[in-house]
């Protein structure tokens, strides 16, 4: 249908629409009008995708010298596909209204382990020996090589598209099509993706590819200013900016960057002896202060520079470390300090000022040549001909670590944490300031839009990301049936009170409570259940006792159980069983943690997730040291209380949990949360606006049975017929309904804006 907003003529790809998604492509357009950022919080199943998509595709089309570019950032490759998958749906629908296919370029972008059709390294698997194995053929040095001996093992793929590059047409390219392509015309699929972003008016990604200054220093930064970023999946986008800032080092990884040098200075000296043209050559290039080009850098990505500032980017290489045996030299003592600094028997936490007097009256190293190290560490990598990534790994963490350190002063502690039992000695570099790694991306582009279905409560984002938004609202979802029912049980049947807290945690009548708990739910639920742990370590625990309890007998008479591990691989074989345990109508119940793979990424739709269970509130580890920095920085920089924080960190988590049953407003689900703790205001207020709302009063303070009791009358309700017709003009808008003014009036309130 075509929908008019806000003098904004928007095609939206389906025959109906939800009244939020109209109000939600609204504020989408003040932010683009505005030329400023947004935080918009839209509940999970109500369409935000092809909302945002649509809104901007038009917006791109309309306008095309306010807006030429949309960063589409996301977080897992089934949330990319989903969202290329419904940019294919908006392009056809936009070319049978007009006549005319879109004259735009949409391209998905992923890592090579998911774009390479050259069997023998796509069957690797793994990134980093993937990454690997595509270097030792793609790199300069090795093409080089082969020039001279041509039964040297290559990629015709690579080969193929560096002779023949092959322009992308207009239209939507999936990573499926990306694959599709490269093996029809002979060409890598990654290094047309590459090519392709650039010239592309859509780019679909992970969200590294912007925010880790180590790969947006060689993917994005050559796009258009007007260009605007969204950041779907967002409610944890405080985490990826700190992880992609913060570097730590073991005792072990100092050890082995001390071999590598070792192996390094073995190599620069057989070169002394038989090429030194070479590295003479490199002297002369850092002595101009030139930089790599971009081709050497596309095949070098592992060590590009991490985290320079424009400014330093264009200084020269300081004279002390020019020379290839001199910088090894300066490697060593920095490495040496780092060693000395990891045999200490106490717990220190400094700041880089202090980190940088302490290395400079001990070791009389200066600041200036330790900024440019990680920049000199890839140079001279790249002139010996190193192509396997191994072989410099620990050495690329600890230049990583003396270039961070000696560029920011604020924002940032050293943390040495000392061995303990079978815990190796860590120096950790800690960002605690989010700020750092998204302030260029919030200052080069005219609009970022950060939006998540779980991002309450809103106010706390502004400040931890230091920005002003244009725009801040929550959007509550618009039912024709209650069709999730949070409950808060907080207590068993015994009236002993359930709680994770950590003076509770282990006492046998509370696990006996949650074990009752589920064995309560399962044999009332249909199909599929999860229960969220609050951690790896409690999850065990519970299941020890509940072992000893009978409680898992008596759960397997109900439903499979699958459990969710810290490997991959067995993570994904379970969710595999568990899928077709609910297919087959045999029902299933999948125990996962929060924060973990499940809790992020998958989705629980229909009868995957008739119910969802939160043992617990899941704080992170208070006794963390690298956290206790953070939380003291957050306090004193921002004023936002140490309890406040960890509350908030805690409910967003809760939320994103929760979110997995509820994926359309024809399916249903059942949400517990399963501490008493919940029944605070102080808790509860800070679950999204959507949630909150249809959380009865009289469903806050439950046990067991009052549960099981709401849960039976409420499953029956669901159980009866539903069809489309009963949510026209409640949760649901055509055409002409949209147009009246009288209609969406009553919808006002879907929206509410924050100060």
């Known amino acids: 249908m075509q929908l008019d907003i806000d003098g904004l003529k928007v095609l939206f790809p389906y025959d109906y629409v939800y009244p939020e998604q109209v109000l939600y492509m609204k504020e989408v357009k003040k932010a683009l009008d505005a030329r400023g950022h947004g935080l918009l919080e839209m509940p999970s199943g109500t369409g935000k995708t092809v909302s945002l998509l649509s809104l901007v595709l038009a917006y791109m089309i309309s306008y095309p010298d306010k807006?030429?570019?949309?960063?589409?950032?996301?977080?897992?490759?089934?949330?990319?596909?989903?969202?290329?998958?419904?940019?294919?749906?908006?392009?056809?629908?936009?070319?049978?209204e007009t006549g005319q296919p879109v004259a735009k370029i949409t391209v998905a972008m992923s890592a090579r382990k998911n774009l390479c059709v050259n069997e023998p390294v796509a069957a690797l698997r793994f990134g980093n020996t993937v990454d690997s194995a595509c270097q030792k053929l793609t790199a300069s040095s090795a093409r080089q090589k082969r020039a001279e001996d041509p039964t040297l093992e290559a990629c015709d793929y690579f080969e193929n598209f560096e002779a023949k590059s092959v322009p992308m047409q207009n239209g939507v390219w999936n990573l499926e099509d990306l694959r599709s392509l490269g093996r029809e015309k002979k060409i890598c699929p990654y290094f047309t993706a590459r090519q392709a972003i650039n010239r592309a008016h859509i780019v679909v990604y992970s969200y590294h590819y912007i925010l880790d200054?180590?790969?947006?220093?060689?993917?994005?930064?050559?796009f258009s200013r007007k260009s605007v970023v969204v950041f779907d999946e967002a409610h944890n986008i405080d985490n990826v900016c700190i992880e992609s800032m913060s570097v730590a080092i073991s005792q072990k990884n100092a050890d082995r960057a001390l071999q590598e040098l070792q192996s390094l200075e073995g190599v620069v000296n057989r070169m002394k002896s038989s090429n030194s043209e070479k590295l003479q050559s490199e002297y002369d290039k850092l002595v101009e202060g030139l930089k790599r080009t971009e081709r050497e850098r596309a095949n070098d990505e592992r060590l590009a520079n991490p985290v320079l500032p424009d400014q330093i980017l264009h200084e020269a290489v300081p004279g002390n470390i020019r020379q290839a045996n001199h910088f090894l030299l300066f490697l060593k003592r920095f490495v040496e300090y780092i060693r000395h600094r990891l045999r200490t028997h106490q717990v220190l936490i400094e700041s880089p000022a202090a980190f940088m007097k302490d290395i400079l009256d001990r070791m009389c190293i200066e600041r200036k040549p330790?900024?440019?190290?990680?920049e000199r560490l890839s140079n001279l990598v790249k002139t010996l001909e190193i192509?396997?990534?191994?072989?410099?790994?620990?050495?690329?963490?600890?230049?990583?670590?003396?270039?961070?350190?000696?560029?920011?002063?604020?924002g940032f502690s050293v943390i040495v944490e000392p061995q303990d039992g079978s815990q190796l000695a860590v120096i950790t570099l800690s960002c605690h300031d989010a700020s750092i790694a998204i302030r260029p991306v919030m200052s080069r582009f005219q609009s970022v839009i950060i939006t998540s279905g779980t991002l309450s409560p809103l106010e706390m984002y502004p400040k931890v990301l230091d920005f002003d938004p244009s725009v801040i609202a929550s959007f509550t979802m618009t039912l024709a049936r209650p069709c999730l029912s949070p409950l808060v049980v907080a207590r068993g049947n015994d009236q002993v009170a359930m709680t994770s807290r950590f003076e509770q945690r282990a006492d046998v009548a509370v696990i006996r409570n949650y074990g009752n708990l589920v064995l309560e739910m399962a044999s009332l639920v249909p199909d599929g259940m999860v229960v969220f742990f609050t951690s790896y370590l409690y999850m065990e625990n519970v299941i020890g006792v509940w072992y000893e309890q009978h409680i898992i007998d008596e759960l397997m008479k109900y439903k499979l159980l699958f459990i969710e591990t810290n490997d991959a691989l067995e993570t994904s074989a379970a969710l595999e069983k568990y899928v077709e345990a609910c297919d087959s109508g045999r029902g299933a119940v999948l125990f996962s943690v929060a924060r973990g793979k499940v809790s992020e990424g998958i989705d629980f739709s229909?009868?995957?997730?008739?119910?969802?269970i939160m043992l617990g509130i899941p704080y992170m580890y208070t006794e963390s040291r690298v956290l206790r920095a953070r939380l003291e920085y957050l306090r004193d920089q921002f004023g936002i209380k140490e309890n406040d924080f960890l509350t908030f960190d805690a409910m967003r988590h809760t939320a994103q949990c929760m979110g997995r049953a509820l994926r359309s407003k024809t399916d249903y689900g059942l949400m517990v949360f399963a501490d008493k703790r919940f029944s605070r205001n102080d808790k509860r207020g800070k679950l999204p606006r959507w949630m909150q709302e249809y959380l009865e009063p009289a469903c806050t303070n439950l046990s067991i049975d009052e549960a099981a009791q709401v849960a039976r009358r409420w499953l029956t309700l669901m159980a009866q017929p539903f069809e489309k017709e009963h949510q026209l003009g409640v949760s649901l808008l055509d055409k002409e309904m949209v147009h009246d003014s009288q209609i969406m009036k009553r919808f006002e309130r879907v929206v509410e804006y924050v100060d």
Not at 213 to 222: C, G, Q, R, T
Not at 370 to 374: D, H, Q, S, V
Request: glycine fraction near 2%; charge should be negative; aromatic fraction near 10%.
């Open 387 to 410: 192509t396997d990534n191994g072989d410099v790994w620990a050495l690329s963490q600890v230049t990583t670590l003396c270039t961070l350190v000696s560029t920011y002063s604020k």
């Open 213 to 222: 200054p180590k790969i947006a220093e060689l993917v994005s930064k050559d």
């Open 67 to 96: 807006l030429d570019k949309l960063v589409y950032c996301s977080r897992t490759i089934p949330e990319i596909e989903k969202c290329v998958e419904e940019m294919k749906v908006l392009y056809d629908y936009w070319e049978k």
């Open 606 to 612: 229909h009868h995957l997730g008739r119910c969802v």
């Open 370 to 374: 330790m900024r440019f190290c990680a």
